[in-house]
């Protein structure tokens, strides 16, 4: 039986052509023909049993057989923000990932230690879809460029809110244990600082903000494996 081959379609009930790339990709790679079926995905919660109407060079045109509503996979909203490392191959392979896993937002912050303080947010974009459609999420994430710790920390005043820090003279309680005892429907955000860890003064503004202190457990964790093992921890805590 052929493989039916997901695409990510924007408004896809009312676009009926796949973008540029996707068009691409369909007819160019994968040569899909008048009357192959493939399935849509609009990043807003429903995909889309489709059959292709005109395949040429550049276009692939569809009409929509069946529409299909899905259901959230977790509870509340999981937001992971963090400081990208000097090496954008291990913040990108971990975007991939906490996609994968499940991510409602994902920022990026400019910290006190931060060795990287610029990023292609386009490149990310790209990388979140693949993601997407490999592992057939209903929702499109939301991707957030950087953003100074400082104005971050701000703008969130409400949900439950963590800080993951290293620093054994700060108070720190373990973050899925903090998980477990909220509800599982509330909105969770985890700060994860850069390599150098956040600076023991943006952790204090953290928790005067109203941000909890945390630890991810006892191992000392690289950036990117601690934005994973966040979001793993969240998930686990807010399945359904």
Known sequence: MKEIRYFYVPDAAH????????AVHAVRVLRMTVGDEM??????????RAQVTLASQKH????IVESLPQERQWQGHIHLAIAPTKLMDRIEWMTEKVVEVGIDELSFLDCQFSERRSLKLSRIEKIVVSAVKQSRKAYMPQLNDLESFKAFVKRHSTGC????HCYD??????????LRKGGADEDAVVLIGPEGDFSIDEVRMA???GFVSVDLGKSRLRTETAGLSA???MQLAKQR
């Open 231 to 233: 979001v793993m921890m």
């Open 39 to 48: 399935m849509l995905m609009d990043g807003e919660g429903t995909f889309y």
């Open 169 to 178: 003279e700060l108070e720190r309680v373990n973050l899925f244990d903090e």
């Open 15 to 22: 676009a009926l052509e796949l973008p540029d790339d996707e």
């Open 60 to 63: 692939c045109l569809y009409e």
């Open 161 to 164: 809110r963590y800080i993951a």
């Open 207 to 209: 928790v005067e903000a």
